[in-house]
C-alpha cells in the first residue's frame, strides 16, 4: 500500500504540478479569481438584507409585506446582486491591468464603457393592452450574475487591446510639467477610442444575427453548456477531485479551480437567489454556497471532523498540538494549520480520507438536495467562514435540514477520517516513544 502511494504521489509532483502551477500563475486565471472576490462584499451585504426580508416566520414575512417594508429591503439586495456582473467586471479588469504594469483604474473604467455599450438598452415593458413593449434603460438582469460572462469576456478583451496600444507607446504625452492625472487622462484617449469603436462594432455586428446581442450569444454558446456540466452531479465531483489532488502537490487547489469554476457557480447562485425572490421552485443543487457552505465544511478535505478528533483523541503529543491549533481556524473553515502541519499535503496515509471525504459529502449532499430531503441552497452568500452548522441553516434559507446535513456530514467525515488518523496516531506516538524511551510502546 505504502509503495503504491508513494508511485501515486512521485506521478501528481511529476506530472501534474508542473501542469497546476502553470495554470495558477496565468495571469487571466488570477485576474478571474481575483476580481471576482471584489463582489465578495456586496453579496454578502445584500444577504444580509434577504435573510432579513425572508426570516422563516409567515406572521412576520407577512407583516413586512403588508408594511410595504419588504419592498424597501429589497433595494439594497437589487444594488449589490443585481451589480454583480458589473462590478466582476471592473474588478477583473483591474487586476488583470496590474498584471500587465498599465494603470488599472484606465482598464477598469475602459472596461465598464465596453460592457454597458454591449449591453441591451431596452427592458420589456407592457403597459395595458399591449401584447409587446419596452422601455429605455439597463436591467439589473444584464448587471448582475446573468451578465458575469460578458463582463468577464469584456474585461479580458478591453485590457488585452488597451495594454497592446499602450506599450506599443501609441499614446498622447504631455510634457512633464502636466500634472500626472491629467497625462494618464490623455494617454488613455486612444486606447480609450480603440476599445470603445471596437465594442460597438460588436454591438452592430451581432444586432444582424440571430443572437442579436453579446449576453445572448455567450448565454446560447458558453453559459448554458457550462452550468449544464457544472451543475450537475458528476460536475462538482470532477470539481471537487480536481482541488484536492492539486492540494495534495502543495497547490492551493481551492484558489485555483474555484476561480475557474465561479462564474459558472455564481450564475447558479443567481438563478436560485431570482426563484427564491419569487417564491419559485429553486432549480440548482450545485452553486457558490453548495462547495463553500457543504464540500469546505472546514476547509478543504471537510477536515473539521478531523480537527475535532486531533484535538480529543490523539496521545501523540505533536498531533495533539497540531489539533490544539487547527480546532480555532477549523471551526471559520480554514484549515491550514492541518494541511501544512499535520501534514496532509504529499502524505501518502493521509491522500486517502482527504479526497474520500470531501467526495463523500459531495454525493450525500448533491443526492439529499435533488431529491428533496434536504432545502436546497437559496442563493444567499453566505460567507465562507462562517462555521458549520450556522452555515447550512442560512444557505438553505434558514431551514434546519440544512443544518442537520452538515451534521450527519460531520459524523460521515469523522467515520472516515478515524483509521488513518489512529494509524498516523500510533506512527508518532512510536516515533516519540522511541525518542524519550529508546522503546516501542505504544500505551
Sequence with gaps: ????????????????????????????????????????????????????????????????????????????????????????????????????????????????????????????????????????????????????????????????????????????????????????????????FVVITMAWIIKLGLMYTPFVDMHNIVKVLLVRPLTLVGGTYWGAIVVTLLIHLLWMT???????????????????????????????????????????????????????????????FSKSRQLKEIGKLAIGPAFFNIDEPILFGLPIVMSPIMMIPFILAPVSVVTVSYWAMKLGLVAKLVGVAVPWTTPPILGGFLATGNKLSGAVLQAFNMVLTFVIYYPFFKLLDNQKLKEENEALYGNTETN
Excluded at 495558477?24 to 479569481?33: E, F, Y
Excluded at 403588508?66 to 446582486?81: C, D, H, N, Q, R
Excluded at 465544511?297 to 471537510?302: F, N
Aim: glycine share 10%; net charge neutral; proline share 5%.
Design 250 to 312: 502543495g497547490i492551493h487547489g481551492a484558489a485555483l479551480i474555484m476561480g475557474i469554476i465561479s462564474p459558472v457557480t455564481n450564475t447558479l447562485m443567481g438563478e436560485n437567489l431570482a426563484a427564491y425572490q419569487a417564491h419559485t421552485v429553486i432549480p440548482n443543487v450545485v452553486t457558490t454556497q453548495f462547495f463553500d457552505i457543504f464540500q469546505s465544511m472546514g476547509g478543504s478535505g471537510v477536515t473539521f471532523s478531523l480537527a475535532i478528533i486531533l484535538f480529543l
Design 1 to 192: 500500500m505504502a509503495s503504491i502511494m508513494n508511485k501515486l504521489t512521485s506521478f501528481l509532483e511529476k506530472h501534474l504540478m508542473p501542469i497546476a502551477g502553470k495554470i495558477g500563475n496565468q495571469k487571466h486565471v488570477q485576474a478571474i479569481r481575483d476580481g471576482i472576490i471584489v463582489t465578495m462584499p456586496l453579496t454578502i451585504i445584500g444577504s444580509v438584507f434577504l435573510i432579513i426580508g425572508n426570516f422563516p416566520i409567515e406572521s412576520y414575512t407577512n407583516w413586512l409585506v403588508k408594511t410595504g417594508i419588504a419592498e424597501k429591503l429589497s433595494y439594497p439586495v437589487s444594488a449589490s446582486f443585481g451589480l454583480m456582473g458589473i462590478v466582476a467586471c471592473i474588478g477583473i479588469a483591474y487586476r488583470l491591468s496590474e498584471k500587465y504594469n498599465v494603470d488599472p483604474l484606465t482598464g477598469a473604467v475602459l472596461s465598464f464603457c465596453t460592457f454597458v455599450l454591449v449591453t441591451p438598452y431596452q427592458i420589456p415593458f407592457l403597459k395595458d393592452g399591449q401584447s409587446q413593449g419596452s422601455v429605455m434603460g439597463v436591467s439589473f438582469d444584464y448587471l448582475g450574475s446573468g451578465g458575469l460572462f460578458v463582463g468577464l469576456i469584456m474585461a479580458i478583451l478591453t485590457v488585452e487591446v488597451y495594454r497592446k496600444i499602450v506599450q506599443k507607446d501609441i499614446i498622447i504625452k504631455m510634457p512633464d510639467g502636466v500634472p500626472p492625472a491629467v497625462s494618464k487622462s490623455f494617454a488613455a484617449l486612444i486606447p480609450g
